[in-house]
């Protein structure tokens, strides 16, 4: 950090704008928050936080109107009101000042949060008001807390400190540390909404493994999710390095090295020559699936919840441990966890899916790659997610085997989820085959009447057409045709065309 700060000239030509039109009101103000933390570290910042001496949703209704922006009540019951300027990538948020602005900064949650500029002054290190030495320990690399009520008044910054940590690339202090395992049980008590976005925004970055991990030092993981704590210390069947738990935080790792987002400490970087990849790929997993959350986000996440529900399937058969329905158990295990952290409908049946179907990719062959049919299948029951399941197939083998990773299993297992994607990318009418006759076409061909039969024999129809033994409509006529024979259905005599 250079001594004197220099604010970007889009950004001050805005904060000038704002600065006359409160000036015009007589209105008192300052820029606080995270503005002023990125501007200090040289981070591109789209967001601005500015205390004002006045009403502050009034305020910021009217500096809607003079910026040309929209308005909108961020926060009713806490008085924060945000101007959004379309076609550019500010959003404003005003709140009213709690006392003189030195006070106001005292009730904030972490030093390098807790600096601010007289929007009428020149934006300097000199002119910084900075009471807690935040723009120090912005040098030092740490994240400090102001005071030690700051998670009892708002337990969601439990969370918070470390994303924020993960995001900035700085270390919490230990004092810090300590109040955060002093409080820890005080996120129970988060609105699922808040704990969410949190969860959301660690997920989405580099090393969320490395920081689920750290969270769970912290004492904060469990705190979170208390239904992963049973599958702390369950023993696996030999072929498993780690217990489900640790198994659980190293297929997140394995996730982020198949996915290109880091190394992975237990396996070397050329373990990756034998998985596919591709643009594609990339431009799949960063797929939107939500608000904040993206297929990687949520890829992560089912790592960490796929075994879930192995703690209470666990059964011992010849001395050997088995965990029968556990993919199905945790589905709806993950799906609760999530309900109660309000993730939506379409996140949660992501999550399903995925931990449904984890097992399905090695099931798919005994021996070789899978056959057409079963590709069709596997795709058939998955949709889209059919590619996140492959990959988390994947890191749950390297997060089972870890440093004593059989590589040719491994190359062999690649190698069967490279021919399926293939497959999938190069052959459509594998995953979706086209329609070729409907419900009606049997019906009316076969004196058949409506029910169950007509949709077994289409999906029968499309099975055929995925392993090319139909390609137009009268050689799927005469496959019906064969499959009502052959069940010696009263209806295999066709009306005359």
């Given at each position: 950090?250079e001594d004197?700060t220099?604010?970007?000239?889009d950004?001050?030509?805005?904060l000038d704008?704002?600065?006359?039109f409160?000036d015009?009101?007589?209105i008192?103000?300052y ?5 002023v ?8 910042t ?10 502050a949703?009034?305020t ?11 308005y909108?009540t961020?926060?009713?019951e806490?008085?924060v ?6 076609g550019?990538p500010?959003?404003i948020d005003?709140?009213?000042l ?9 009730r904030?949650d972490f030093?390098?949060?807790?600096m ?5 002054e ?12 935040g ?6 690399g740490?994240?400090?807390?102001v ?25 919490i202090?230990?004092?810090t540390?300590s109040?955060i395992r002093q ?6 008590a ?9 969860l ?6 580099q090393?969320?493994g ?6 769970d ?6 705190a ?9 210390g369950?023993?696996q ?6 217990d489900?738990f640790?198994?659980?935080i ?6 982020e090295f ?11 970087r050329?373990i990756?020559?034998?998985v596919?990849?591709?643009?594609r790929?990339?431009?799949?997993f960063n797929e939107?699936t939500?608000?904040?959350s993206t297929r ?11 075994d ?8 011992i058969e ?9 993919p199905?158990q945790?589905a709806a295990d993950?799906a ?8 939506s ?7 399903e899916?995925?931990?449904?179907y984890?097992?399905r990719?090695?099931q798919?062959s005994?021996?070789?790659?899978p ?10 029951d998955?949709?889209?997610?059919g590619i996140d ?5 994947l890191?749950?083998?390297?997060a089972a085997?870890?440093?004593e990773?059989d590589?040719t ?6 190698a ?7 497959r ?8 979706k085959p086209?329609k070729l006759?409907d419900?009606?076409?049997i ?8 029910g169950?039969?007509i949709?077994e ?8 057409q ?5 390609t137009?409509?009268?050689s ?6 064969r ?6 259905d ?5 009306l005359?065309?």
């Amino acid at each position: 950090m250079e001594d004197t700060t220099v604010i970007k000239p889009d950004a001050s030509q805005l904060l000038d704008r704002i600065s006359r039109f409160l000036d015009s009101k007589g209105i008192n103000s300052y820029i606080v928050g995270g503005f002023v933390r990125d501007t200090l570290l040289g981070r591109e910042t789209g967001d601005i936080d500015i205390a004002v001496d006045a009403d502050a949703l009034a305020t910021a209704s009217g500096a809607a109107d003079a910026l040309g922006g929209k308005y909108v009540t961020l926060d009713a019951e806490n008085g924060v009101g945000r101007v959004i300027l379309p076609g550019t990538p500010w959003q404003i948020d005003f709140s009213t000042l709690e006392g003189a602005i030195r006070q106001d900064l005292g009730r904030r949650d972490f030093t390098i949060d807790a600096m601010a500029w007289d929007l009428r002054e020149s934006f300097t290190s000199e002119s910084l008001i900075d009471p807690f030495h935040g723009r120090e320990d912005l040098k030092r690399g740490i994240i400090r807390a102001v005071s030690p009520g700051v998670f009892e008044s708002d337990p969601a910054r439990l969370l918070r400190v470390v994303r924020l940590a993960a995001e900035l690339g700085l270390n919490i202090d230990a004092a810090t540390e300590s109040l955060i395992r002093q409080h820890r049980g005080l996120i129970a008590a988060v609105p699922g909404e808040r704990s969410r976005e949190e969860l959301l925004r660690l997920l989405a970055l580099q090393g969320a493994g490395r920081r689920l991990a750290y969270l769970d030092d912290l004492g904060l993981l469990t705190a979170l999710i208390p239904e992963l704590e049973p599958a702390r210390g369950v023993e696996q069947p030999r072929m498993h390095v780690w217990d489900v738990f640790e198994h659980s935080i190293e297929s997140v790792k394995a996730i982020e090295f198949l996915i290109r987002e880091g190394s992975w400490e237990h396996a070397p970087r050329e373990i990756l020559d034998a998985v596919t990849w591709s643009a594609r790929l990339q431009e799949h997993f960063n797929e939107e699936t939500g608000h904040a959350s993206t297929r990687k986000s949520l890829l992560k996440l089912a790592a960490l919840l796929h075994d879930i529900a192995k703690p209470q399937t666990k059964t011992i058969e010849d001395g050997r441990a088995r965990f029968l329905g556990h993919p199905q158990q945790g589905a709806a295990d993950a799906a609760a966890i999530m309900e109660r952290l309000r993730f939506s409908r379409r996140e949660i049946k992501y999550i399903e899916l995925l931990i449904t179907y984890h097992l399905r990719p090695t099931q798919m062959s005994q021996e070789g790659f899978p056959t057409r049919r079963a590709i069709y299948r596997f795709f058939r029951d998955a949709g889209e997610s059919g590619i996140d399941i492959l990959f988390l197939s994947l890191a749950d083998h390297l997060a089972a085997r870890g440093p004593e990773l059989d590589l040719t299993q491994w190359r062999q297992h690649a190698a069967m989820t490279g021919y399926v994607l293939e497959r999938h990318y190069e052959e459509a009418s594998l995953s979706k085959p086209p329609k070729l006759i409907d419900g009606n076409d049997i019906m009316k061909a076969y004196r058949l009447a409506p029910g169950p039969k007509i949709g077994e024999l289409l999906e029968a129809l499309k099975e055929a057409q995925a392993e090319g033994e139909v390609t137009d409509k009268r050689s799927a006529l005469d496959y019906i045709a064969r499959r009502l024979e052959n069940a010696g259905d009263p209806g295999k005599n066709r009306l005359k065309e």
